[in-house]
């Protein structure tokens, strides 16, 4: 996949200008890359807090040509080329389901994927924020958050990483992944790379809120698509398509009681 990168000092949403771009007719492999956003986006609606200089903000354009049912697979392909381009700066992360990548459980990379009808048929846009720095993380996140600064710093290796830098890293493993889950036997390699890569595949406590209604079980592998198989507690097997995933902790033993 050849890749272009427009760069932008300050912009609404890299996802929105890239699902402009789509609809006018912009090739696959379009990047969008800022400085900092002003309406960043999460999932659920939720707001990707997007200052100057502290993340990542990142969004490609692609035209999938696959059987649409694999396309929930291209947000586990951004996750594991996520999880790669860390690992390339000595950061060693999980990827929750369905892609949040964590390190010591705490978020270092979120991705929103979002889908458009084009002249030139369906265009997915894979957006990508990584936080690098957490200085600027409001009181709410910093619990819950870390990123490649402070990971780095906390294993005494000093040093930034610049966006740019990480931009082109992630770039190299998109198109790499991408290309693969586009072959015969893309979506089982795709669920494999993924498996290797995440804690949350298979044996994990959990619980999914799905529409408001929570559902507490262990986690037994995906499904072709990516959709996670979870065993419930009363022995169902229940297909996750979408919803929030949250690691549940064991219920600690109190020694004589
Ligand atoms: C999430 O975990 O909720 C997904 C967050 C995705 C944030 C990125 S930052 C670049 C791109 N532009 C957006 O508005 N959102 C995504």
């Not at 949403?13 to 006018?24: C, D, F, H, P, Y």
């Not at 000595?90 to 458009?116: F, M, P, Q, S, Y």
């Amino acid at each position: 996949m050849d890749v272009t990168v427009l760069h932008f000092d300050t912009i609404d949403s890299t996802n929105t200008e890239a699902l402009k771009q789509a609809r006018l007719g912009a090739e696959e492999g379009l990047c969008i890359v800022a400085r900092q956003q002003t309406a960043g986006r999460g999932r659920h609606g939720r707001v990707w807090v997007s200052e100057k200089d502290a993340g990542l903000y990142f969004s490609i354009v692609l035209r999938p040509k696959f059987d649409t049912q694999y396309l929930p697979l291209i947000t586990l392909m951004a996750g594991v080329a996520v999880h790669d381009a860390l690992s390339e700066f000595g950061i060693e992360a999980d990827i929750k389901w369905v892609n949040d990548l964590l390190v010591g459980e705490r978020k270092i990379c979120g991705i929103l994927a979002e889908t458009t009808e084009t002249d030139r048929g369906i265009a997915v846009i894979v957006g990508i924020g990584v936080n690098l720095k957490s200085s600027n993380f409001p009181p709410e996140i910093s619990e819950t958050a870390t990123s490649i600064e402070e990971e780095l710093t906390a294993a005494g290796n000093a040093g930034n990483v610049s966006g740019d830098v990480l931009a082109e890293t992630l770039t190299r493993y998109l198109s790499y992944f991408y290309v693969l889950l586009d072959s015969p036997e893309g979506p089982a390699a795709i669920v494999e790379e993924w498996r290797r890569r995440s804690s949350y595949f298979s044996g994990k406590r959990v619980r999914v809120v799905q529409e408001g209604e929570a559902v507490i079980g262990t986690t037994d592998g995906l499904e072709q698509n990516g959709a996670l198989r979870l065993r419930t507690d009363d022995g169902q097997m229940l297909m996750v398509q979408a919803g929030d995933v949250e690691r549940v902790r064991p219920e600690r033993m109190e020694a004589g009681g």
